[in-house]
């Protein structure tokens, strides 16, 4: 409501414009003011929605990896065209011209390309490549042929049959492939300045303290997201960080459709409590599906702090999961995946959104700009017709 404020600028202006010249009419300010106001209101309105709009990440687990061959069938059509026929001039040299119709041939050979995707336990298919599938078959170890039973039509030198390859998720976590899609809602909490008492931390900044900002989609496909950040500072083999970041992603893609959840592991080494408390900053809380556990370590791995946040009603998971953690004094991926399975399985809640529903949003200081600019533009144009109108 503050920015109708801005309102005093036209009637200041519109009454000096006036007084000046003598001239008025009635319709002057209700114009003036409605025209101004309707500006403040969109604007308020495109604003709100740009700052409350935020994304979640949703992860399901990849089932079947699939190759359909390339196809092709000769479809049989009959097409119609007018043409103009019968044409004849009379006597005043004006000619006239009937429309006729034909029917033609317009057959064409339907080809479909061969198609490689993998699909997920909600039946989505995303694309991928040829040695992506290759990979997962060989991870797999169960490809398997299936006959389609196309109706193909051989005919003018067209028709080629083509059928499907297939291979199906053997359940170890390790050989899981983890699939993760973006969802967009509306989040005030992040707007909401006044209320939920975040920092506000930029990009550059956070490049300086060694925050995380929310990782990338990456991979054949664009569809995987690493949830064990800093993980790369530890000193093992790069299959080991593979299968960690595997097993994560697997918890992810079993609990996240069921508890609506998405668990991030946050490793900061040497670094004091303080780190935690700025990250919950910097993400703002984090996204309405998330629980980030927050761990400080030294480079032996051993347990400095724990610090997980979240938006859930049900905190006490956070309690459990800190005093739980701290107890194994050395942090093993192992026994950490296993507990976070069963603990958010248990006890997590995700928070409902609507709740904040009641928050108002004010007006930031880009609005405010677009709305004086808007309103000085429009009281400008008043005045010129005021001034004209005199003369």
Not at 301 to 308: A, D, G, H, R, S
Not at 327 to 345: A, P, R
Request: hydrophobic share 35%; proline share 2%.
């Amino acid at each position: 409501m503050e920015a109708y404020f801005l309102l005093s600028i036209p009637l200041v202006c519109l009454s000096i414009a006036i007084i000046c010249t003598k001239c008025f009419k009635w319709w002057y300010y209700p114009a003036l003011l409605s025209v101004c106001s309707l500006s403040i209101f969109l604007t308020q309105v495109c604003m709100e929605k740009v700052e409350t709009s935020d994304v979640e990440y949703l992860g399901s687990l990849g089932v079947r990896a699939v190759h359909y061959e390339p196809w092709e069938t000769h479809v049989h059509k009959t097409c119609t065209r007018t043409y103009s026929c019968n044409c004849s001039t009379d006597s005043k040299g004006h000619s006239s011209c009937q429309t006729c119709t034909e029917t033609y041939d317009c057959s064409y050979c339907d080809y479909h390309p061969e198609k490689y995707g993998i699909i997920n336990d909600f039946n989505e298919s995303y694309s991928i490549s040829r040695s992506f599938y290759n990979q997962l078959v060989k991870r797999w170890k169960n490809e398997q042929f299936q006959e389609l039973n196309r109706s193909i039509n051989y005919s003018g030198g067209c028709g080629q049959d083509g059928n499907m390859y297939y291979s199906d998720w053997n359940n170890d976590p390790l050989q899981s492939e983890g699939i993760v899609k973006f969802h967009t809602y509306e989040n005030r909490t992040q707007a909401a300045h006044s209320v939920f008492k975040f920092n506000d931390i930029s990009k550059k900044e956070a490049l300086r303290l060694g925050l995380y900002n929310y990782p990338s989609f990456y991979g054949d496909g664009g569809y995987k997201q690493n949830v064990v950040l800093g993980i790369d500072s530890i000193k093992i083999t790069e299959a080991q960080k593979l299968a960690i970041e595997r097993r994560f992603q697997y918890l992810n893609a079993t609990l996240g459709p069921k508890k609506q959840v998405k668990i991030f592991v946050l490793l900061f080494y040497n670094k004091d409590l303080s780190i935690a408390l700025e990250q919950r900053d910097y993400w703002k809380g984090g996204n309405k599906n998330e629980m980030v556990i927050c761990i400080g370590l030294d480079k032996s791995l051993k347990l400095q702090w724990v610090y997980p946040f979240s938006w859930t009603d049900e905190t006490r998971i956070h309690v459990d999961i800190r005093e739980d953690l701290m107890e194994q004094k050395v942090l093993d991926f192992n026994w950490l995946f296993h507990y976070l399975e069963k603990e958010v399985n248990d006890k997590w809640s995700r928070k409902r959104f609507r709740d904040f529903k009641h928050i108002s949003i004010e007006l930031n200081s880009a609005g405010w700009w677009i709305d004086s600019v808007l309103i000085l533009i429009f009281t400008g144009i008043m005045c010129f017709i005021i001034i004209n109108e005199e003369k």
